[in-house]
């Protein structure tokens, strides 16, 4: 399944420090794709009304069970408050049992280097979990 385009949902400043989060979310079986992807729709519909996102992305590595988001925010604050509301907050509580460990990588970009890229997400990511 290819990776859903960069979404952007504001014009950066290409002045100012955003901050890039990027996930690997792998599940612990197949039967529990179908319920990540309507995770997945309910979070995409709120991204799309949340003040603070630039930009999202998302990829789907369907046969190693695993997903991968790479989105950028006006800030912590703003990353904070999406990632404790409704859909998302609830949709992660039902999601979580059926999840092995994720990783979660969080960096600065100023806005003229976004969107961020794939590749340097996954190698953030691959680093973060070698130093585990």
């Known amino acids: 399944m290819p990776a859903i385009p960069w ?8 002045d100012h ?11 612990r079986g ?20 949340t003040e603070g996102v630039v930009g999202y992305t998302l990829d789907a590595w369907l ?3 695993t997903f991968w988001t790479l989105s950028a ?12 509301a409704d859909p998302h907050r609830a949709r992660i509580a039902e999601i979580r049992p059926h999840m092995l460990a994720s990783t979660f990588v969080r960096w600065t ?3 003229r280097d ?11 990511i691959a680093e973060s979990e070698s130093r585990s």
């Open 73 to 84: 925010w006006e800030s912590d604050e703003t990353l904070r408050r999406f990632s404790h």
């Open 30 to 49: 197949y039967r529990h794709i179908v319920a990540f992807l309507r995770a997945t729709r309910a979070v995409r519909t709120q991204l799309a009304a």
């Open 109 to 111: 970009v100023s806005g």
């Open 114 to 124: 976004l969107p961020p890229n794939w590749a340097d997400a996954r190698q953030r």
């Open 7 to 14: 979404t952007r949902l504001a014009d950066p400043d290409p």
């Open 17 to 27: 420090d955003y901050v890039v989060l990027a996930s690997r979310l792998p599940l």
């Open 63 to 65: 046969l190693s069970r």
